[in-house]
């Protein structure tokens, strides 16, 4: 999954259209379009955690399980 699917699915699970999302979080319901079907290209953390916030998740429930299993040493 990534995350255009998470939000999606988070979404769908609170009942929720892109509109009240972009009400909730003051992210454009153009971008969550654009997040959830894959063609927005590097979503800002500031965009994350308003979803996050609005979604009532934590940031990094947001992410791939990839990208939260990454080592420390993959940084340095």
């Given amino acids: ?22 009400s909730r979080s003051g992210v454009t319901q153009s971008m969550i379009s654009k997040i959830e079907n894959g063609s927005a290209e590097n979503v800002s953390i500031d965009v994350l955690r308003k979803l996050a916030k609005a979604l009532n998740c934590a940031l ?17």
Avoid: H, W, Y
């Avoid at 939000?7 to 009942?15: A, G, N």
């Avoid at 990208?67 to 993959?74: A, E, I, M, P, V």
């Fill in 1 to 22: 999954m990534q995350i255009g699917d998470i939000v999606k699915c988070k979404r769908l699970d609170l009942s929720l259209i892109q509109k009240e999302l972009e």
């Fill in 60 to 76: 990094v429930d947001l992410l791939p399980e990839a990208d939260k299993n990454t080592n420390k040493k993959d940084f340095l």
